[in-house]
């Protein structure tokens, strides 16, 4: 990554991709997150940061209502992507989890064979008139995962044979191949050894010509490496939001100080 | 990189979200029908269950009603005791043979006080409105009070069977044609009897607590002694089943190494568990009812068998 | 009753026992339990089990081989006052007392578990020998592929268990055909979309179908899904028009005694495949809603093929159920021998034959009588097998998700 290139990126990308107003959100009586405000770019990497339990996951699971399937979890505010209320009673989750694809933490590939992992979003959502475009989608997905190479021969073998950082990219792959608009990665990294890690920041990387990716992690130096924007999160609170550089060269508020600096989380 | 590489517009079919799409539709319709059929197999399973709980209930209940009859008995001391002398070794000479006719006169005296109207003329035209068990339930009163005897005593006799299901709805007068226990006229005198509150129907308390009876007394019939017996059963099986059931499991959870004898133990527990309730009962005739110990029990062999 | 005064001497020297082996130990140390190896309690304990066990094991073992009373008594106590005497001598101020216990309750517990086994052997044996019996009556081509099924008391009877075999599968085929679809969608129902309170109270409603006994399913079968079933499939039903005298011609017949079966086997799918979609992980289901799935395509895509080999392992064992179910065959099903086609004719199962051929007036050396034994193996090895495959698929599964 050269230092040219990270700062043209940063300053083509200016457009609004989400737009967080005044997001409130409750698990029963706990409030989670409050008054976050927040504006996530197109094809920009934005990191979460934060301590455990501030509310990053939780804030990241609001971007695709993935929260409405945990029964006692209550969100209020407003966020639009592309500027549509998600919240709106209009929408359907089904049709925005198209468009905002997730990754999870622990890799959770389908007891089903690795072409039908990659497969599953286009046909379920009807993405494909035929089998060879959805070898077409396949295959591509699993190439900007970068995973083809590895899989090509074995597609019909399980995905749950593959090796932890290979079964993090065929997410990847899987959540890519509904042509999702935002990528939403809580701590992908977390359950991978190093040189898995490498592999998926790299890849991460060039999702970004493509996608705007929002990206939950606990490590700062892979904030820094991988990402753009930067969102320091704080019991809850959005605490600051700016350039990745800013954040972590400096910080305006002494909290983000103490915890870039090893003192808090 | 140029500018237009990433305006977000150029993307093809950037649908509004805000607009259900066809396919969309069709799919939360899908998912409705699913989640239809879920409730739809739930509440014929519950159901089911309410079915049978209604018919059980709705064709057993009947069984704690009882139909009875209230007679004044004249105990005859010719008849009875005749001998005069009140031995009770004499008494229980009198059979029950004895005893029905004083009752069906009994009954019919009933009849003509009460200026029923009625066909039937003869005592013995009323043994069929009377239960077989009756003139025990008499003799035994007697042979226990034998100072009764030259009275008339009120006795609350079982119905029989046959007037008791008339009462039940479950004895229709068109067919009974063929029916050698009960005929039509019986049955008119059941419901002027009915009226005249001399039948009537009350709580039956020996169902409960009674012992079988024979197919010609089925209103005599009673749960009482089988309770007992499955009371015995059900013993039997938790003090043999509770403690070698639970230090089994204690083993196998706590003790056991994985082997093959483990294994071997675990397979055989499940398949006890499957194996049908038909074999055990063979097992149970090779082991228990012929075996030597059974066929000639000695003194003890009680806790045995 | 001798029986149950030798029990009381055994108890009571079990209970002395106890008393004074913890006397002793503490006396060898001069009251300072510190010094002992074990705690007093172990070698009570030791003393207890030691007078108690074998004198039980001898007064079982003489109750089978019919022991006069007197021998009863005589060794059983004897047993009890010799491990008394034995073990009270052993208790020193080293001895190992909690070693010594724990051997023996870890014997003990080991064969509480081996009765598993030996019932095993026992139904084998008990049903090995008058089968070869049989069989020395009765060729056994004839039984295991004979089509015809009139056992006469007087002899020359035709004993073929084809016939039997077809009643048993056709029954339990349709009382499968009941329970799987409404155990499946219920047990997916109550595991992905019931809210708690709703599952907490329909789980339980539905687990007493599974608790009431089969006779009482016998009688709903006979007063009351028999004569509905007459009453559209009988003479004077709809189907009289296709067919002369209607499909149905009496109340008993396959078709009631499996409805019925079939309700009886609901919440055994239901409740097992409820345990086995529960555990497959929550990390799948995200996975599946966050691509955009909806719920349904998520527990037809994901979930159930994920719970397959459980699944199909619950309905295997359900299958074994009604395989090897008696009463509501007894009175629902009829009892006529027949290999036909139509569901709602009568016909009989194995269990059903076993019960009628023991039960007749036949001689016990009769083939008529005997054949019970060989139908009752041939059962018993078929819900064997059933069972060991069902076992090997479930456990499969459980290794796929530990
Ligand atoms: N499913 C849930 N139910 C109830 N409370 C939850 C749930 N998930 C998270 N929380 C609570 O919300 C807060 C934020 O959690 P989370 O978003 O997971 O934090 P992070 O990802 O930053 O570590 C925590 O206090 C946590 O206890
Ligand atoms: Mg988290």
Redesign the pocket.
Known sequence: MNDMTLTERAVNATENKITARNVQVY?GE?H?IKDVDVDILDKTVTAFI?P???????FLRCLNRMNDT?D??RVTGEILLDNEDIYDRRVDPVQLRAKVGMVFQKPNPFPKSIYDNVAYGPKIHGLTRNRAELDETVEASLRKAALWNEVKDRLTAPGTGLSGGQQQRLCIARAIATSPEVLLMDEPCSALDPIATAQVEELIDELRTNYSVVI?THSMQQAARVSQKTAF?HLGHLVEYGDTDKIFTNPTDPRTESYITGRIG | MSDATHSAPQKPAARSLHQLDTRTKRRNASETRFKVMGIAAISVGLAFLVLLLTTIILNGASAFQQTFINVPVYLDPAKIDKKGNRDPADLKKATTFTYAPLIQKGLLEVVEKAGLETDLSKAKELKNLISASAAAQVRDQVLADPALIGQTVDFKILASSRVDGYLKGRVHRDEIAKDKNINVAQLDLTDALLKAGVVHKGFNWNFIFGSDASDSRAEQAGLGVSMLGSFYMMLVVLVLALPIGVAASIYLEEFAAKNRFTDLIEVNISNLAAVPSIVFGILGLAVFISSPICRNPPHWSVVWC | MPVFWIIAIMLALAVTGFAMGRAKALRSVGGDRRLLHSLPFYAGALIAMASFIPALIMLVLLLALQASSLLLAGATILAALVGFAISLRLISQDFRARNAVEAGVRALLIAAASVAILTTVGIVLSLIFNTIEFFGLYPASNFFLGMNWTPSFGGGSDLGILPLIWGTLYISFIALLVAVPIGLYAAVYLSEYASHPVRSIVKPLLEVLAGIPTIVYGLFALLTVGPFLMSIFGPNGPTAAIAENGWMHAGTAVMTAGLVMGIMLIPFVSSLSDDIINAVPQSLRDGSYGLGATKSETIKQVILPAALPGIVGAILLAASRAIGETMIVVLGAGAAARLSLNPFDAMTTVTAKIVSQLTGDADFASPEALVAFALAMTLFVITLCLNIFALWIVRKYREQYE
């Not at chain 1, 455990?52 to 939780?58: E, L, V």
């Open positions: 698990y706990n989670a934060g455990s339990g501030c509310g990053k996951s939780t945990i006692i979890c939950v999160f």
